[in-house]
């Protein structure tokens, strides 16, 4: 009797033991320190992710020392089980087919929804296309623990967490690495090459649907700023404008204070001197600052729009036809062409038609690109086009032209 006594007094207390742990965990954590570990975790995994695969591996614009990079490979291998060589060669994929029928996940040609919703799959699928590995996955790290674990082992790294978690948390620890395993997928996958190929701002004409989806790049590292990076995919800084924050800056930042990063590029800041006349050094200097130029010509656009709209507006017709196209003149005429809506595109040429400084503004918005588009003429020609766009410009009787061609003439290489 003492011994089957024994024997039910040492079942209940494991079995006290087992319902406890599943209930709260090794560390009996109350839920406000539960929510603080799941947001620190996934955040590291996002700093992972936008420092060591993106800007540090994908687009080399910064080298990582040993400690950050063998961290965030474990991190990462942990948090994600994503493989190095297939999240590089991916991204550099869909850089250079950017919004065409070959990028792996352009929501331009296969819809937000689907981007949004199947992001992740649409990247496995990717993964497994061996002519996009051999063609852009050179550089990535492909040392032994690369191809003896995380390559070869990837799946075993993300079983590895959810025992972490467990032991943790217990049962509820299956829970916080559910949202570790779909962060990526929704924020990266998901958000970044939907939503910011699709809605948000653009500080610059880049060759892609790119947007900004927010000036605050905090929630996925900085990554907010997307169509700055496309704009510059080689800067290490996302950020551009004064108003914008890029945390994944501020941690590379920190580790170059600490000797474990050294960054190789950021965008390229318009330098100005005194007022010349426009030559090579203008030239080369408009042509790598050739975003920057753009987007404050941009502006002069839309300030021109809005001193119709001003007009118009004395006149009492903010309901007229004219005020609907010069609105939409505002927001699409700074546009490239080929980016304006076609079914739009009646409207905005009305809204010119109606205005000769409009008009005139968008023709030699398309002479000055001419300076970077046309690759079959000389240098020597370049800067006698340069020259002449200048005092067309300035002799114009447009105020915008005369004040932005003598910004021109102010830029150094």
Not at 31 to 48: D, G, P
Not at 81 to 101: D, L, N, Q
Not at 265 to 291: H, M, S, V, W
Not at 314 to 326: I, Y
């Amino acid at each position: 009797m003492a011994l089957g006594k024994e024997r039910m007094d040492l079942l209940t207390t494991v079995h006290d033991g087992l319902v406890n742990w599943l209930g709260s965990g090794l560390l009996d954590a109350s839920v406000w320190q539960i929510v603080v570990y799941a947001l620190v975790m996934t955040h590291i995994t996002i700093a992972a992710v936008t420092i060591f695969l993106h800007r540090a591996q994908a687009h080399r614009a910064l080298d990582l020392g040993p400690i950050p990079s063998h961290f965030f490979r474990f991190w990462l291998w942990m948090t994600t089980g994503m493989v190095t060589k297939e999240w590089v060669a991916i991204h550099r994929k869909h850089h250079a087919k950017c919004e065409t029928e070959e990028d792996p996940h352009s929501p331009q040609t296969r819809g937000l929804g689907k981007v949004m919703k199947e992001g992740a799959e649409l990247y496995r699928a990717e993964a497994k296309n061996a002519e996009t590995l051999a063609k852009y996955s050179h550089g990535v790290p492909n040392d032994w623990i690369e191809r003896h674990l995380y390559s070869r082992f990837s799946w075993q790294g993300v079983a590895l967490m959810l025992i972490i978690n467990l032991a943790m948390f217990g049962a509820l620890g299956a829970t916080i690495w559910a949202l570790q395993m779909v962060w990526i997928p929704f924020w990266a996958a998901g958000v970044v090459n939907g939503v910011g190929h699709f809605w948000g701002y653009r500080n610059f004409e880049a060759q892609d649907a790119s947007t900004n989806i927010s000036p605050w790049g905090i929630i996925i590292g900085g990554e907010e700023l997307h169509n700055n990076h496309h704009t510059y995919p080689t800067s290490a800084k996302f950020s551009v404008k004064p108003f914008e924050f890029d945390i994944g800056w501020g941690y590379i930042r920190a580790f170059e204070m600490l000797g474990w990063a050294k960054v190789r590029k950021t965008a390229p800041k318009l330098r100005q001197g005194q007022i010349k006349p426009a030559d090579k050094d203008t030239l080369e200097a408009i042509i790598a600052n050739r975003y920057e130029v753009m987007a404050h010509y941009a502006r002069d656009l839309r300030q021109a729009c809005s001193a119709e709209l001003a007009r118009l507006k004395a006149q009492g017709e903010q309901h007229s036809a004219r005020w609907a196209q010069f609105k939409l003149a505002k927001r699409w005429l700074h546009r490239d062409a080929d980016r304006i809506p076609a079914e739009l595109q009646a409207q905005i040429n009305g809204a010119r038609a109606a205005s000769p400084v409009l008009d005139k503004l968008v023709t030699m918005r398309e002479e000055l690109r001419q300076l970077w588009t046309r690759t079959n003429v000389s240098a020597e020609q370049l800067v006698s086009d340069l020259q002449a766009w200048c005092q067309k410009a300035e002799e114009s009787g447009i105020a915008e032209l005369r004040e932005f061609s003598m910004r021109l003439r102010m830029a150094r290489a």
